[in-house]
Nanobody
Framework: QVQLVESGGGLVQPGGSLRLSCAASGSIFSIAVMGWYRQAPGKERELVAAITSAHITNYADSVKGRFTISRDNALKEVYLQMNSLKPEDTAVYYC????????????WGQGTQVTVSS
């Protein structure tokens, strides 16, 4: 069974930084595409960044140049370094794992709140 646990959210002033972490259980992490999504109040959940098993990354246009996604397959963790945070980055951030190994996996973490405010 695969589970994801996020950490690292909190309150930060505009222009500040936060680093989110997502720890995975199970044995398929190394082959999975890992993503960070976010959902602000009244809005749909959107992709923020994703990273493949080969460390190929893609980002939403709104975070390019400010956020960096990375992963450590040995620790089964994925990270989101968020710099130059803006109030519009305020949202619940979710970690996601997608993989196919005998079956399809699409697993979500519980989410962590990020609030950017002065």
């Amino acid at each position: 069974q695969v589970q994801l646990v996020e950490s690292g959210g909190g309150l930060v002033q505009p222009g500040g930084s936060l680093r989110l972490s997502c720890a995975a259980s199970g044995s398929i992490f190394s082959i999975a595409v890992m993503g960070w999504y976010r959902q602000a109040p009244g809005k749909e959940r959107e992709l923020v960044a994703a990273i493949t098993s080969a460390h190929i990354t893609n980002y939403a246009d709104s975070v390019k140049g400010r956020f960096t996604i990375s992963r450590d397959n040995a620790l089964k963790e994925v990270y989101l370094q968020m710099n130059s945070l803006k109030p519009e980055d305020t949202a619940v951030y979710y970690c996601n794992l997608r993989a196919t190994w005998a079956k399809q996996y699409d697993v979500w973490g519980q989410g962590t709140q990020v609030t950017v405010s002065s």
